[in-house]
């Protein structure tokens, strides 16, 4: 069983950078691929980023390609999301969330076994 703790959300101004971390415990980290998902009021989890097992290969949405970029410290225990040039349209909480099935991950969600239990991001204009 795999226990996910996010951190580093907050409010802050449209334009500004915020990095969110997920801290994993009771499992071998090494061997689940990461996956960021996001979910605004009245909206859908959707997909926003992924990370493979090795931290070799990374996927985007487009919504957030070129502005976030997901990493891994396995040393750590630790998936991170950097976010820079913040949109208010990235409001939401965001979870990080593990999966076993795939060493790549998935964009689904679906195909992750485990969750945390997401941290809010509120982006102001």
């Known amino acids: 069983q795999v226990q996910l703790v996010e951190s580093g959300g907050g409010l802050v101004q449209a334009g500004v950078s915020l990095k969110l971390s997920c801290a994993a415990s009771?499992?071998?980290?090494?061997?689940?691929?990461m996956g960021w998902f996001r979910q605004a009021p009245g909206k859908e989890r959707e997909f926003v980023a992924v990370?493979?097992?090795?931290?070799?290969?990374?996927y985007y949405a487009d919504s957030v390609k070129g502005r976030f970029t997901i990493s891994r410290d396995n040393a750590k225990n630790t998936v991170y999301l950097q976010m820079n040039s913040l949109k208010p349209e990235d409001t939401a909480v965001y979870y990080c969330?593990?999966?076993?099935?795939?060493?790549?991950?998935?964009?689904?969600?679906?195909?992750?076994?485990?969750w945390g239990q997401g941290t809010q991001v509120t982006v102001s204009s």
């Open positions: 969330a593990a999966t076993v099935r795939s060493p790549l991950g998935a964009t689904r969600t679906l195909e992750y076994d485990y």
């Open positions: 990370i493979s097992r090795n931290g070799g290969w990374t």
């Open positions: 009771g499992g071998t980290f090494s061997m689940y691929a």
